[in-house]
């Protein structure tokens, strides 16, 4: 079993759509969760960066942690085609010596 | 603010040779990651380096090395390539005070003919 599941997708939405992106994880050490967004042959930009469980809103992302259920999300909301990328959760904790633990990302399609 | 660079953009070997790859971080940032995005794999953690010294290594043989300079630039060296190790290689980098947050540079894509 890998350490963060990710479903790859890929997912197809019209341009408006809310759209919610999800990964669990098993290690109850993360604290550290954060969201990527990777363009096609480009490196990965971070969107959003959460310590710990709760909510966190940035323009049109919002990023949710629940550390109980192991599970975070990534809603983004009026999408737009510009948003049409790879998206990746990662995350870590104080023991992890500075790795990242990635999913395999969501390729996510906005159409207009 | 400039991001983190890296360099080549494109670099193209053939089996048994060597690779090096190079990187610069963020302005002001002190510790280097470098992961590897091969097909189908996800970004997998390759070597951390932090005020030159090499902090912690990722499930990779010994012949992906690496060193860091007296000015946090740092470079990758693949020995003895094989054509399973064509892949996006990453650069990312953090201050130290927020070590989680990495930046990523835009990669070197590595073909091994």
């Known amino acids: 079993q890998k350490e963060v599941e990710q479903d790859p997708g890929p997912l197809s939405v019209p341009e408006g759509a809310i759209v919610s992106l999800n990964c669990t994880y098993s290690?109850?050490?993360?604290?550290?969760f954060m969201w990527y967004r990777q363009y096609s042959r480009k490196g990965p930009e971070l969107l959003m960066y959460?310590?710990?469980?709760g909510n966190k809103e940035d323009g049109r992302f919002t990023a949710q942690v629940d550390k109980s259920s192991k599970y975070i999300s990534l809603f983004i909301r009026d999408s737009q085609p510009s948003d049409s990328a790879t998206y990746l959760c990662?995350?870590?904790?104080?023991?992890?010596?500075?790795?990242?633990?990635f999913g395999q990302g969501t390729e996510l399609s906005v159409k207009p | 603010e400039a991001g983190v660079t890296q360099s080549p953009t494109h670099l193209i070997k053939t089996r048994g040779q060597q690779a090096t790859l190079r990187c610069s971080p963020i302005s002001g940032h002190t510790s280097v990651y470098w992961y590897q995005q091969a097909l189908g794999l996800g970004l997998q953690f390759l070597l951390w380096?932090?005020?030159?010294?090499?902090?912690n290594r990722g499930n990779f043989p010994p012949r992906f090395s690496g060193r860091q300079f007296p000015n946090y630039s740092s470079e990758l060296n693949v020995n003895a390539l094989e054509l399973e190790d064509s892949a996006l290689y990453l650069c990312a980098s953090s201050s130290w005070a927020w070590a989680d947050t990495q930046y990523f540079g835009p990669g070197t894509r590595l073909t091994v003919l």
């Open positions: 290690n109850s050490a993360f604290q550290y």
């Open positions: 380096y932090d005020e030159g010294e090499e902090r």
């Open positions: 959460t310590y710990s469980s």
């Open positions: 990662a995350m870590s904790g104080g023991n992890q010596g500075g790795k990242l633990i």
